[in-house]
């Protein structure tokens, strides 16, 4: 199962909003074959794994692990507990229940209605960490939330509002790879109006391999300029505000006394298992004040700026840390 575990992480940042799952075929001890889900749409591990396995008559004695319950149902490809029964796989061993409401038990009552002995719960914490966004999004019924941002060594995350020569890079380039890499993970990333209209971000994936997020920017009174880099088109925007013309853009009328509720459902009927929140301070305290987060990641830099725009309040420890150049980054779990 360790092994199906390491497998499927291979496939991030590819399968979002599917899980990552991994599977391995053991026939007396030996693993004869092993496949994971490479891509959304692709193949799911499990066949992956079958379709591996050199001497398919070997499949009738060897015992079959995967991460993640086989599905039951026909989605963008054939259940793969009908495949498991068509090759009589007579042992599956599985970390998790799929939460999915189309396959939610059905993929282990399919196998064992065929004879099949299962056995599930093997590393099920672990299996839980490594999808914890496919599980928030389907247990929770919204994405699973991250809040990121950088910040100065006396705590600041932006410049004073009337500065606006200074430079305002705070992290280094490595850091800047490391956070386009949690945007390639992410379906979608948000931003606060005030940070749209000064920084002008473009908040694509360019650093890193992976899709772009959806752009989610929250603009009530419609103030960002139609030439910002958000209405460009490389990748999709969903504005938080009233319809206007001539900017490519999709719109969500905002709920004003439910907004953050209101965005993170929204993004749930999209499917979107991830949203990654970059800021400004005042949109990353809202989340924190609702507890409406699960994880948060902080980059602390060694730049000093002696004034600006203070970083969020977080009463929390951090749960790991490690060194990216100069920078330090911090993790957070909400729970
Ligand atoms: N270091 C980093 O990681 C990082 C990341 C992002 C941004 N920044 C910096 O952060 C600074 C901006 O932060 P900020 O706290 O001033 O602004 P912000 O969080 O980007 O945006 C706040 C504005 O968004 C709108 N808004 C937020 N929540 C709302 C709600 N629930 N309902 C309606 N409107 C809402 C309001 O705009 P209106 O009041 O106009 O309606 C509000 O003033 C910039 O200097 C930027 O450079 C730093």
Redesign the pocket.
Known sequence: MKRCLSLAAKSKPHVHPNPMVGSVIVYEDRIIGEGFHTAYGQPHAEVEAIRSVQDANLLKNSILYVNLEPCSHVGKTPPCADLIIKHRIPRVVIANTDPHEKVAGKGIAKLMNAGIDVTTGVLSQEGRALNRAFFTLHEKKRPYVLL????TSDGF???PKDDTTSS?Q?STSLTARYTHQLRAESGAIL??????I??NPGLTTRHAEGRNPIRVV?D??S?IPASHQLFNTEADTLIIGPKREGVNASFLE?D?DN??QSVLHHLYTKGVSQLLV???????Q?FIDASLWDEAITIKAQVKWNA??EAPKLAKQAMNSFSLGSDQVLMYRNS
């Open positions: 990121k941002w950088a910040e995350i932006g410049r305002r705070i931003v606060g109006t005030t940070t749209a000064r920084d929250l009530l009174k103030q905002p004003t907004l953050l970059e800021g400004g301070a005042k949109v990353l809202q600006g725009v």
